[in-house]
């Protein structure tokens, strides 16, 4: 169903071809007012710090709506949960019950007590960070990768190995629907107005179905090869997905055209997070750096440097703060052991 982390080099296509610039990709003619400003404040903000989280790889990383609190989710088969304290992330509690690797997390999108984790172990877990409890425990079919939350707060989608999408109703914790795809499924999302439901799929596509009918209502070659996952721009005005051609794509939600492309990175791109104000758009894949463009332009804004792989990328739903996490390993020394940390862009450089 997903990519698995190193299934792909990185993209080797000719000038031409689809790991290119594609002909309706624009490039602007200088830096906005915008780039310009924030260039200068990730100058005095280019400092990132690593916490603790886990004992093994970091798959997932998340806010609350609130931005007071991340979230991770590891291949150790728990859950942590931070609180942001001005310029650091202090660790608040860690939550254990999941019987296998926690793929992926997400809040509810209104409430900031509340997250939900998707397991391998045919589990979802409804967490409530006031008690500190899984409020709840919902049963699925196969090994659950991908979870997401609806904009109305009233279901969560989870999506399995098998690419059976199950739409649970978060209050009863009941499943409402179940649909088996006969495409691999990648990523899942509805859009901000929470009438369609959005696929990513092994053949560079992107399926949107109605919602709450699930009839499908079309179908886009977005990319010459897996298209791996989606984000909806907090503004509703695009969303963006990454693929395996290393292209990011940037597509108008009412019209579904794209409207452009980013190319920086050479590995299949696996994470993307737009700004609290819809003007950055954060990417990263096997490349050691996380990509940070301007939306409206596609220029380069900045990059961040890591040293391995990343995973996951979030930004703050208020702040130029950028949650990610890395296949690091623990030490120079002892390289096959996993370091499990959550890393913060965006700080003080004298902090």
């Not at 080797?12 to 990709?25: D, E, F, K, V, Y």
């Not at 999302?189 to 209502?217: A, H, Q, R």
């Not at 050479?266 to 490349?287: C, I, N, Q, Y």
């Not at 096959?336 to 890393?343: D, I, Q, W």
């Amino acid at each position: 169903m997903a990519v698995p982390p190193a299934a792909m080099g990185p993209s080797t296509l000719g000038p031409s071809g689809p790991g290119s610039m594609a002909p309706w990709c624009s490039m602007s003619s200088g830096p906005s007012r915008y780039v310009l400003g924030m260039q200068e404040l990730f100058r005095g903000h280019s400092k990132t710090r690593e916490f603790p989280a886990h004992s093994a790889k970091v798959h997932s990383v998340a806010w609350s709506c609130d931005g007071r609190r991340l979230a991770s989710g590891s291949f150790d088969k728990t859950a942590s949960v931070f609180l942001l304290e001005k310029d650091r992330l202090v660790k608040e509690n860690n939550y254990r019950g999941h019987g296998d690797s926690v793929d992926q997390l997400c809040w509810h999108p209104s409430n900031p007590d509340l997250f939900v984790t998707a397991s391998g172990d045919k589990t979802i877990r409804i967490w409530d960070v006031r008690t500190t409890k899984c409020i709840a425990t919902v049963n699925t079919k196969g090994e659950n990768i991908n979870i997401c939350w609806s904009p109305d707060g009233q279901t969560i989608a989870v999506g399995n190995k098998d690419d059976v999408v199950t739409f649970i109703d978060a209050k009863t914790h009941r499943s409402k629907a179940e649909e088996q795809f006969k495409f691999e499924v990648n990523e899942i999302s509805w859009n901000n107005d929470n009438n369609m439901f959005f696929l990513t799929n092994g053949n560079g596509c992107i399926n949107i179905l109605s919602y709450p009918e699930l009839k499908p209502v079309q179908s886009i070659n977005a990319h010459p090869s897996n298209c791996i996952c989606i984000k909806f721009d907090p503004m509703g005005k695009y969303f963006a997905t990454g693929s395996a051609d290393a292209l990011v794509s940037l597509w108008d939600v009412d019209e579904l055209v794209c409207v452009r492309c980013f190319s920086r990175l050479d590995w299949p791109v696996r994470t993307l997070s737009f700004s609290h104000d819809g003007k950055m758009l954060a990417s990263a894949s096997e490349d050691h750096f996380i990509d940070i463009a301007e939306v409206e332009t596609g220029d380069k804004l900045w990059e961040v440097q890591c040293e391995s792989p990343t995973f996951t990328v979030a930004w703050h739903p208020k702040r130029p703060l950028l949650a990610f996490a890395c296949d690091d390993k623990d030490g120079k020394y002892d390289s096959s052991r996993e370091a499990g940390t959550v890393k913060l862009f965006g700080l003080p450089n004298d902090s």
